[in-house]
């Protein structure tokens, strides 16, 4: 809440900050009523002023719209607006609103998948759809705060939307069906637990690439001689 207030703040004391702030988080990552309630009509009135607006107008409008007296009237709305923020201090102030924010959808996600799980009958069905709504939120939140891994996932992903990006067919339904097959020109890490069949999935995928008609190049520091002879009757190219 004091990070959300000291945003309010720094807008109060310099209301050209407002297009850094909109940059960066929306009214739906206040968690505070009250101070997404002051956000959007600064926003309101930024929108009609050209962002020449102060307290007064925000009060104001909060008073047309009914709103001022939950808010605990000018002096609420004045002590909600920090007059202890430092607008040198702004970013700090929108990364930690906006951590707050991704942490309090991904909560009510998971809420939800918890409330449902009892009565679901299709397992796959029911982790695929989760996955898919967390994959969602995250892609939402990709920006300034990205971890690298987000920002590769997402570089991934706009690479697999483009109507000229090649695939092969994998030879693993699950996979084909979930990505449309391989896509020539990425890097795919596959990880695991020990003994999960990593090993027997590279080689689905070699065999795959084969068939397309493609040469397969297989280093390794861990296959035993035994395996490298399998691999070769599989026509691998070395």
């Known amino acids: 809440l004091?990070?959300?207030q000291a945003i309010l703040g720094v807008l109060?004391?310099?209301?050209g900050r407002l297009a850094d702030v909109r940059g960066c988080i929306g009214p739906a990552d206040f968690y505070s009523e009250k101070t997404r309630?002051?956000?959007q009509a600064m926003l309101a009135l930024a929108a009609e002023t050209e962002g020449n607006?102060?307290?007064i107008l925000v009060t104001d409008r909060l008073r047309?719209?009914?709103k001022l007296q939950e808010l605990g009237g000018a002096a609420g709305v004045a002590a909600l607006c920090s007059s202890m923020a430092i607008p040198a201090l702004l970013p700090q102030y929108l990364k930690l609103v906006r951590e707050?924010?991704?942490l309090q959808q991904v909560r009510l996600l998971g809420l939800d998948l918890a409330r449902t799980a009892p009565s679901v009958s299709d397992v796959q069905g029911f982790c695929s759809d989760a996955e898919q709504r967390l994959t969602v939120l995250l892609r939402q939140k990709t920006g300034p705060?990205?971890?690298p891994a987000l920002e590769t996932v997402a570089a991934t992903t706009a690479y697999l939307d483009q109507p000229e990006t090649h695939l092969v067919l994998s030879g693993l339904?699950?996979?084909?069906?979930?990505?449309g097959g391989i896509a020539l020109g990425c890097l795919y890490a596959i990880g695991g637990r020990p003994s999960v069949g990593k090993s027997i999935v590279v080689r689905v995928l070699m065999r795959g690439f084969l068939e397309a008609g493609y040469g397969v190049l297989d280093d390794s520091l861990e296959k035993s001689r035994e395996e490298v002879v399998e691999i070769r009757k599989s026509r691998c190219r070395f």
């Open 64 to 66: 047309t719209q009914g």
């Open 100 to 102: 707050k924010a991704i």
């Open 173 to 179: 339904r699950a996979i084909d069906r979930k990505l």
């Open 145 to 147: 705060l990205a971890s």
């Open 53 to 55: 607006f102060d307290l």
């Open 2 to 4: 004091e990070a959300e």
């Open 37 to 39: 309630a002051i956000f």
């Open 12 to 15: 109060a004391l310099d209301t």
